[in-house]
Nanobody, 128 residues
């Protein structure tokens, strides 16, 4: 059974940092792109960051560029999201996802419908 479990969320003051983890189990995802999305109350789920299979290609949504860093450790079947300079508008439930699609070695999709498996999410709350 494939399972993605996010951890590392919590309450942090504006300007602070958090590191999210996404641990995968049930199969290895070392050959596949992974990504982070978030959903704030009353809003649609939005793309945050994505990483290709070996970590050589990454992409970020404009609101988080320069503040967030996505990475992965294929040996641990785990993906990370280092978040810095957090703002109240970063408050959301953060989801990790894996895409079983393949569109070249640099494939790192930024749309939700390209992803196959999803975690349950972890809450990040940034206070002002």
């Amino acid at each position: 059974q494939v399972q993605l479990v996010e951890s590392g969320g919590g309450l942090v003051q504006a300007g602070g940092s958090l590191r999210l983890s996404c641990a995968a189990s049930g199969r290895t995802f070392a050959s596949f792109a992974m990504g982070w999305f978030r959903q704030a109350p009353g809003k649609e789920r939005e793309f945050v960051a994505a990483i290709n299979w070996n970590g050589g290609t990454t992409s970020y949504a404009d609101p988080v560029k320069g503040r967030y860093t996505i990475s992965r450790d294929n040996a641990k079947n785990t993906m990370y999201l280092q978040m810095g300079s957090l703002k109240p508008e970063d408050t959301a439930v953060y989801f990790c996802a894996v895409s079983l699609r393949y569109d070249g070695p640099k494939y790192a999709p930024n749309t939700a419908n390209e992803y196959t498996y999803w975690g349950q999410g972890t809450q990040v709350t940034v206070s002002s």
